[in-house]
């Protein structure tokens, strides 16, 4: 499989293995957060857990934009829904996530509420221009990634003036989440795995200021075996030398100063929130995006009102602090029990990019032979 193949070289894996196991210092801890979701399946599914030293140790983080949206934004979805009559877009991972009270947008589709799954922002678009007596709303979530994309089809939907779209506007930035978690200091991390799809949108240079102020080496990490184990070997090598920088391992993809293009077509459509919610983080300041009072038209939450509910995640479920690099997913009492893919609990076992989903899939049997 040309493109894929060198970069899943078990014969390279095991030599960069070998080095990173010469080169982690037996008397010190290696405590590396890897940021995104993307890789901690990576992490789980090519057995890279396993190639590691002990004092190598992988943390969870934040980034599973399905898994940092708060239920309360679910709910107010779908409230949205079920008071209005609105078509609702959006993401297959996002229907199953558990709003309050057990409720989710799946159920409320039950209830019959039109919810459609898309794949894409486009999908929702062309749903709103194939049903123009209905007003569509296009739940957004997600990072960087999925911000331009967003914004691109706000853009063709107010030139087109198609007075039936909006948007629910749930885009987050990394950078201020990776500096909140840095800034709290709970997760004790010696060095940050960078997320790569982001940051072909924002660039490597976007994180040095979290490398700066905090004193944390971080390389933006491709998503292949390979990618993965040679970035952990550059930032034990940072470790060791007591340095603080952004490397980038993806240089592929990524430049210094990222899609410079994307970059405009965010700022065009998008402005600064002052305050958004994460779950797991709680409410952070300038962490988010809102649409720009030109596009307001287009604003879901403008249109119809929409207002914040306050909810609490379902009892014993601890995504929150699996967010926060607190806890790993098979501490939490649920995990394979109560809580599995078929029958989640939480986010964090929903989404394709979840801890708790990549531990139950690639993990468990691990966790319970260590156990044994
Ligand atoms: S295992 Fe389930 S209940 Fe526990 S933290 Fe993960 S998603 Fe929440």
């Known amino acids: 499989m040309k493109f894929v193949d060198e970069y899943r070289d078990g014969d390279v894996a095991q030599l960069l293995a070998r080095l990173i196991r010469q080169e982690a210092k037996p008397d010190r801890n290696y405590r590396l957060m890897e940021f995104c979701g993307g890789h901690t ?30 239920a309360g934004r679910i709910e107010a979805a779908i409230k949205l829904v079920e008071e209005n009559d609105v078509i609702l877009c959006t993401y297959a991972d996002l229907m199953r996530v558990p709003a309050g009270k057990r409720d989710s947008l799946q159920k409320a589709k039950a209830r019959g509420g039109d919810i459609r799954m898309v ?58 989440a990776m500096m909140h978690i840095l800034s709290a200091g709970e997760a004790k991390i ?109 604003d879901a939450e403008k249109r119809f009102g929409m207002q914040a509910i306050a909810t609490a995640d379902i009892k014993g479920c601890i995504c929150p602090a699996v967010l926060r690099g607190m806890n790993n997913p098979d501490e939490c009492k649920l995990f394979g029990t109560a809580c599995t893919p078929e029958d989640p609990k939480g986010a964090c076992m929903v989404s394709s990019e979840g801890a708790c989903a990549a531990y139950y899939s690639y993990g468990r049997y691990r966790a319970a032979e260590s156990k044994a």
């Open 119 to 176: 794949y894409s922002a486009t999908d929702a678009l062309a749903i709103a221009q194939a049903n123009r007596e209905k007003q569509v709303v296009f739940f957004a979530i997600g990072f960087e990634t999925t911000t331009p994309p967003t914004a691109a089809v706000l853009k063709i939907a107010n030139a087109m003036q198609l007075t039936n779209f909006s948007v629910f506007c749930n885009h987050v930035e990394t950078p201020p």
């Open 41 to 70: 399946h990576a992490i789980f599914r090519f057995g890279i857990v396993d190639l590691m030293p002990d004092n190598v140790r992988f943390i969870h983080g934040p980034g599973c934009p399905v898994c940092v949206l708060p």
């Open 190 to 298: 010696d060095g940050i795995l960078g997320p790569s799809h982001v940051s072909t949108i924002i660039g490597s240079q976007a994180y040095a200021d979290c490398c700066d102020k905090y004193r944390v080496p971080l390389v933006i990490a491709g998503f292949e075996p390979l990618d993965v184990i040679q970035s952990v070997l550059m930032l034990v090598r940072q470790i060791n030398a007591g340095e603080a920088s952004v490397e980038n391992q993806y240089t592929r993809a990524v430049s210094k100063g990222g899609n410079k293009k994307a970059q405009s077509l965010m700022a065009e459509v998008f402005e600064q929130r002052p305050l958004f919610e994460w779950r797991g983080l709680g409410v952070l300041p300038e962490s988010a995006v809102q649409i720009r009072s030109e596009f307001a038209d287009f």
